[in-house]
């Protein structure tokens, strides 16, 4: 059974960078074909893809996103990492790290001063 926990803090200023880490286990995050995701939602909007690293630390990012987001991951502690530079009160959000169909239980991430 894969299971997914985020952390990370739950309020993050403006201009600053936001740091998530997602922990897996039951299954190695090398392990062939798979992929893992981070996905967030907005008060009040839809889900939102963010970028993928693959079993192989290959990296995808949003076109909307790919600017400010940085993914990598910790293979020794079966860990990935999501970093989202330059942030505003647009990126409160709910992020959740994902592994379809398995997904993290999410953490609200709220921008203010």
């Known amino acids: 059974q894969v299971q997914l926990q985020e952390s990370g803090p739950g309020l993050v200023k403006p201009s600053q960078t936001l740091s998530l880490t997602c922990a897996v286990s039951?299954?190695?995050?090398?392990?062939?074909?798979?992929?893992w995701d981070w996905i967030r939602q907005p008060p009040g909007k839809g889900l939102e893809w963010m970028g993928t690293?693959?079993?192989?630390?290959?990296?995808s990012y949003s076109p909307s996103l790919k600017s400010r987001t940085s993914i990598s991951w910790d293979t020794s502690k079966n860990q990935f990492t999501l970093q989202l530079t330059s942030v505003t009160p647009e990126d409160t959000a709910v992020y959740y790290c994902?592994?379809?169909?398995?997904w993290g239980q999410g953490t609200q991430v709220t921008v203010s001063s």
């Open positions: 994902v592994r379809v169909p398995n």
């Open positions: 039951g299954v190695s995050i090398t392990r062939n074909s798979y992929y």
């Open positions: 690293i693959t079993y192989s630390g290959s990296t």
